[in-house]
Nanobody, 121 residues
Framework: QVEVVESGGGLVQPGGSLRLSCAASGSIAGILSMGWYRQSPGAQPELVATITSGGSANYADSVKGRFTISRDNAKNTVDLQMNSLKPEDTADYYC???????????????WGQGTQVTVSS
């Protein structure tokens, strides 16, 4: 059994900062990429940032220079530091992790339940 849980969303004013955290737990044998996605009402889900187990990060153009993804392989966690937030960053943010659980040979994508981020004055 594997679980992915996010935390850290909330309401922030434009220009402010938030830090999202995500932790994977359970019988985990290995994790490849971890990342954050978001979905605004009426919009398609979009990739925000991903990071490999080796620490290589990839960002959506809309967040480059403002968001930073980081990862702790020992703790199976991934964080997203969001600075200079804009109203258009308002969305539900979801953590994704490609996990191989103990006894399995393959990796599967697991999703958290989501955390809401609202950027508004």
């Amino acid at each position: 059994q594997v679980e992915v849980v996010e935390s850290g969303g909330g309401l922030v004013q434009p220009g402010g900062s938030l830090r999202l955290s995500c932790a994977a737990s359970g019988s985990i044998a290995g994790i490849l990429s971890m990342g954050w996605y978001r979905q605004s009402p009426g919009a398609q889900p979009e990739l925000v940032a991903t990071i490999t187990s080796g620490g290589s990060a990839n960002y959506a153009d809309s967040v480059k220079g403002r968001f930073t993804i980081s990862r702790d392989n020992a703790k199976n966690t991934v964080d997203l530091q969001m600075n200079s937030l804009k109203p258009e960053d308002t969305a539900d943010y979801y953590c994704n992790a490609n996990i191989r659980y103990s006894g399995s040979r393959s990796y599967l994508g697991y999703w958290g339940q989501g955390t809401q981020v609202t950027v508004s004055s």
